[in-house]
């Protein structure tokens, strides 16, 4: 099989998650898929994007698409029966046993949450193995917010929060930064941190985390970068020495701290 | 199996390659020496001198010698990773896609004749990156490169912008080469390194080599050694390097770069690329042609809408760094071997060695 063969799946349902975002149940079948891990959605004449699989099961895959680029806007026509193309999955994978035993502390923003959705899933389904599982969750506004029905479960099984930048009449929840929840939040400096969100975002939590006694060495952050070929040879997704799509895209905070918080790098 | 031959028998041996391959050598043309697919073995630039400088590059007639050039100004990734390959073409029919992708197998193999040392040393990275320290091996170099016949040269005389000698280029391994060929004073030697290289040889009237000529290849490498100027200080680069990422000459150097790209595409071991879209009008087909890249390009490290190295200097710290340090932490070995066509074709005479040991020898 050449690299960069890609195979068929079956859309088998579109849901529209707001306005520019929507999601996908994917019929295919990919070769032991884990939370974390990526595939390359294929576009006719309009080329590939990494999509994270936000949750898979027995040849079922979930995929959350924002609508933004010359790729994505291309499955903002999707739906159900359509032949849908790609490959993977590529990456590496959530280190949940890293956690077992401790407080394990999930941290999204925005597209973010689909990143971290099936590894918050599986904890869920491993509860036992944790001291506690905490979520939180930082959306822009309350038309931003992605997988309403899935928050309304997760807050019947854990502490799991949500803040929006910008509040409207229709939102009973907390108004702010996503900094600002956790500061609310009793974090136990013995958490083990699986974090998605934009690079600003990133890097304000992690201070906050460190204010709070969480070791470096404990976070983990899944990074988006460029991925055009998804297997370590084209280049574009490098971080200082490393490829997000073939070392990542998790990467443990303190192994990439050095290149993370350079500026260009 | 070590042999001694004159030129007739060289003539007679690239005959026989031909038979075979597709055989690409040196040629001059346009005022450059350039490897190009070449089935004239009259094409190869015998007797000309190359000078090279920081910016400049010119080509002088006979100093006596065949094989006094030193080398191509293209690189050998050009024909097994070429600027534009088509990955697959894709037609649509009934709502469904049909790929096809191009079988190199049916084509004629390749043959390298006269590859210096920098070039093998830089073919043997291209191979890490590709095929060894890659999960998902590139069929399509892998191809290329498995049906390959190697003939290398021990380059006798260097060029001003040559610093192999202080890379990781070994001037006695052989890096796979099916025969390797030095020029002695009269005559040249060639070392069969392997049963293809044998078999091609087989039947030719050879001379087995004395230890004489031996001595004489031993001591044309020595030579060849001390001739190289310039030295590139490896002693603890990569953390030397990773210690000045924030130096402010890196703005410095970014002043002169022009973010052109030049040294990337000549460089024998830069391997990054795209992947673009080609469409018939009405949407019913499509080509996907992977092409070179270059982290120079400007939106190269753009996600989304941000772009990650939005000044020319970050992108010239990049390059540097990948070459020099990052690649020792991805694939245990530096990306650059030296042969300084970087430094001939940088329009701003930007001279990574020079760069490199300023850099990291910073305070």
Known sequence: ?265 | MVFKCDITTLRQIYKRLKEVYEVISPVYDNGVIQYRKNPDFDAIPFGKAQMEYAGSYFVSDNIGKYFSYVRPYNTLKNFLRPAEEVLYRVYIKDGKLYFESENKHTKKPMAFFDVRKCDLKALSILDEVFINKNNYPDEYYKELRENLFIVAVNCSEVSDVCFCSSMNVNFNNDYGSDIVLTELKKGFLLEVKTDKGKRLLEGLSLKEADEDDLKEKNEILTQTYTKIKKSLNKENLKEELYKKINHPYWEEIGNRCLGCTSCTQVCPTCFCFDIIEKNSLDGSYSERVRIYDSCFNPNFATVHKFNLRDKIFFRYRHWLLHKMAYWQDQFDDIGCVGCGRCITWCPAKIDIEIETNKVRDFA
């Open chain 1, 1 to 265: 099989m050449k690299p960069y063969d890609l195979i068929e799946g079956k859309i088998l349902k579109v849901y529209q998650e707001n306005y520019n975002t929507i999601t996908v149940i994917v019929e295919v079948n990919l070769k032991d898929p884990r939370p974390g891990q990526f595939v390359m959605f294929y576009a006719i004449g309009r080329g590939e994007a990494p999509i994270t699989i936000a949750d898979y099961k027995d040849g079922f895959m979930v995929n959350t698409i924002r609508i933004v680029g010359d790729v994505t806007g291309y499955f903002d026509k999707a739906k159900e029966g359509d032949s849908i193309y790609l490959r993977g999955p590529y990456g590496n994978l959530w280190p949940i046993d890293k956690a077992f035993g401790k407080n394990l502390f999930i941290v999204s923003g925005g597209l973010g949450l689909a990143a971290t959705r099936w590894i918050l899933e599986e904890a869920l389904k491993q509860k036992h193995r944790f001291k506690n599982v905490i979520s939180l969750y930082g959306a822009k506004s309350y038309d931003d917010i992605l997988y309403r029905e899935k928050i309304e479960e997760w807050e019947k099984e854990i502490d799991f929060k949500t803040i929006l930048n910008t509040g409207n009449e229709r939102w009973k929840g907390k108004v702010g930064l996503i900094t600002d929840l956790i500061n609310d939040t009793d974090i136990d400096s013995n958490s083990v941190v699986f974090m998605c969100g934009p690079d600003p975002m990133v890097n304000a939590v992690i201070e906050i985390l460190e204010s709070k006694g969480v070791k470096k060495e404990n976070i983990y952050i899944s990074l988006e970068r460029h991925m055009k070929c998804a297997v370590g040879t084209c280049g574009h997704c490098m971080i200082g020495p490393y490829f997000v799509c073939k070392n990542g895209p998790v990467f443990n905070y303190k192994e990439i701290e050095y290149f993370y918080t350079k500026k260009g790098v």
